[in-house]
């Protein structure tokens, strides 16, 4: 039998771009239940953002913070949370577990009636664990105009809006079940809590992405612990979706209701933006991404400097969203000369490896190393990735500058 509740009622507290606001959470975290969530703000997070970001590792990005990625080289295949990157159309809601609703609706179901799922509901249902990555779809979109020369726009990531963790909660295949999801169903709208997006005047509403109901019935799970604690708030606390190797957007955060519905759903997150537009793309835009595509890179900063006649011990990470990673091979003198790294981890299905290589540098100067993936269904990284004017999906190999003296 489905579950039925009250409609949802939810705790938000507006973040400002003055720090100390968020003290009026002392009475929320006295109130809060046991799984109410970690409640400990952090006062000198940049405005919208709830966690501490140093700048050791964070770039912030307006409403977003990019990890450093080099700073991954002293982490495990998980990010640990503080080093976890966020991205937010808004700002972060601080939302209180006890209040929170799950809505499923639409003509999908049977019956049509709205289902409601609260948070305790859904931590009595059967749990499951999954490590998955979490990965921006315009993770290296600066990339294309740093290297390629190419203009687009949006956020200029580098290599640091992707993450891996290890991610407990529940089946949506099961919670759609439950809500009596119609055989004819085909697609679904997830949608957030965060409060709606506006751009140029234009409010585009809460954040929401169709999900077909093949991917949602497949492997696609209603998250509420991360590396085994609770949510964070930055990171959809109480419940987010969790959709393994699907770019970002489709992982929606602060879950809030799911339409399901027989017919194909639409929303700006797949008309107007998460397409692929541009010269080498259908006019009007590709279809909307769903995967993600496949990279590799060094644990250096652009521009590092090593010493010459030392053996250095390079490391990084490949990761592809299209097959477990099966080789990956570097070059130290800007791609004359290839080599296979030293793979640390066993290569699966939505995560990433981690390798070694050595190298002595004799001669000083400029050097650009490189690194490139393929994986186990034979992609490989290209020299180029094939340019989108809002940059998405970068994949080419990575030209990483050192200097060597």
């Not at 059967?126 to 990965?135: D, F, G, Q, Y």
């Amino acid at each position: 039998m489905p579950y039925s509740s009250a409609p949802a009622r939810r705790s938000l507290l507006k973040l400002l771009a003055a720090g100390p606001a968020v003290s009026a959470l002392g009475g929320l975290a006295a109130a809060a239940p046991a799984y109410a969530g970690p409640m400990d703000v952090v006062a000198d997070a940049a405005p919208g953002i709830v966690k501490a970001l140093p700048p050791e590792y964070f770039t912030v990005r307006g409403t977003n913070a990019e990890a450093r990625y080099e700073t991954f080289a002293d982490t495990g295949l998980l990010t640990p949370v503080d080093r976890f990157f966020v991205r937010s159309h808004t700002s972060t809601p601080v939302l209180d577990a006890a209040d929170w609703r799950l809505t499923l609706w639409g003509d999908g179901l049977h019956g049509r009636s709205p289902v409601h799922f609260t948070y305790g509901q859904l931590r009595d249902l059967p749990s499951v664990t999954r490590t998955a990555l979490i990965e921006c779809a315009g993770n290296g979109r600066s990339l294309y105009t740093t290297q390629q020369g190419e203009p687009v726009s949006g956020t200029p990531w580098t290599l640091g809006a992707v993450g891996a963790a290890r991610w407990r909660g529940v089946r949506l295949a099961d919670v759609l079940r439950r809500a009596g999801i119609a055989h004819d169903a085909v697609d679904l709208q997830p949608r957030g809590l965060d409060d709606p997006y506006v751009s140029g005047g234009v409010d585009f509403g809460r954040v929401r992405r169709p999900l077909p109901v093949a991917k949602a019935l497949d492997d696609v799970i209603l998250a509420y612990e991360m590396n085994g604690e609770p949510l964070p708030y930055d990171h959809g606390h109480p419940v987010r979706l969790v959709v393994p190797s699907w770019a970002g957007i489709a992982s929606v955060k602060w879950l809030g209701d799911i339409e399901v519905s027989t017919k194909p759903l639409a929303s700006p997150w797949s008309t107007d933006w998460y397409r692929l537009f541009g010269d080498a793309h259908p006019a009007g835009g590709s279809a909307p991404i769903s995967r993600q595509t496949l990279k590799s890179a060094y644990h250096l900063p652009f521009g590092a400097t090593l010493e010459a006649g030392r053996l250095h011990r390079l490391t990084g990470r490949a990761w592809s969203a299209l097959a477990p990673v099966r080789t990956v091979e570097v070059s130290t003198d800007g791609g004359a000369h290839w080599r296979h790294a030293r793979l640390h981890d066993t290569p699966r299905r939505d995560g990433w490896v981690r390798w070694s290589v050595p190298w002595r540098p004799h001669a000083t100067g400029r050097v650009t190393l490189l690194s490139r993936t393929t994986d186990a269904a034979g992609n490989t990284q290209p020299e180029r990735a094939v340019h989108n004017t809002l940059g998405y999906l970068f994949d080419a190999v990575v030209r990483h500058p050192v200097t060597v003296v």
